[in-house]
């Protein structure tokens, strides 16, 4: 079955960048997701990729995706207490209107 | 001009309690969706509809019941409450095949 995996926790410091590790299983993927939720919060799109890319970037946030491997990454530059959130990877099925989020990945910023 | 609004915000009540929560999206968009937050910030997709079409029902106790009296209404009840309910659940909704704007959530606490 559709599976996304994501480690729980990610600690860096201010100023440095930050790489959260998302895997999944499925092969039959459209878009694929990064999401943010602050504290008390909805869950905020981010960026997304097609599932045809390798790449995409948007300011400060560079996704990239391997798709032979079936992995996916989040890069934010230059990363700052504002960052401090959990981040959700998310695979999307549009011929099933379905999209599985991954566990999560607490990001916390060091001063 | 809320995008995606739930109602009510926090919701407590007592075991064996009905309670419904509902959700609006003003955006156009053909499916919506039912996710529940557990208290480890596991997202799981409940149910998917589109068109005000049942697609998705993820094994979800007959207790819980949606309702969609036209696309941009999506309704949640939930019969019998459980404590084992106590959640975030959020509502969302997507142009059909592409991502997800969540609404705020809507906290159940049984007591």
């Known amino acids: 079955g559709e599976d996304v995996e994501q480690s729980l926790f990610l600690s860096v410091r201010e100023g440095d960048s930050s790489v959260i590790n998302c895997t999944y299983t499925d092969s039959s993927s459209t878009y694929l997701y990064w999401y943010k939720q602050e504290p008390g919060a909805g869950l905020q799109l981010l960026t997304y990729?097609?599932?045809?890319?390798d790449m995409k970037q948007d300011q400060r946030l560079t996704v990239l995706l391997n798709k032979k491997d079936k992995h996916l990454s989040l890069r934010i530059a230059d990363t700052q207490t504002g960052d401090s959130a959990i981040y959700f990877c998310a695979d999307g099925y549009s011929s099933a209107s379905k999209i599985i989020f991954g566990s999560g990945t607490r990001l916390s910023i060091r001063p | 001009d809320t995008a995606v609004s739930q109602t009510p915000k926090y919701l407590v009540t007592q075991m064996g309690n009905d309670k419904s929560i509902k959700c609006e999206q003003n955006l156009g968009h053909d499916t919506m969706y039912w996710y529940k937050q557990d208290s480890k910030k596991f997202l799981k997709i409940m149910f998917s509809y589109n068109n005000k079409e049942l697609i998705i029902n993820e094994t979800v106790p007959n207790r819980f019941s949606p309702k969609s009296p036209d696309k941009a209404h999506l309704n949640l009840h939930i019969n019998s409450l459980e404590l084992g309910d106590s959640a975030v659940y959020f509502c969302?909704?997507?142009?059909?095949?592409?991502?997800?704007?969540f609404g705020q959530g809507t906290r159940l606490t049984v007591v």
């Open positions: 990729i097609f599932s045809n890319m």
């Open positions: 969302a909704s997507s142009p059909q095949g592409w991502g997800a704007f």
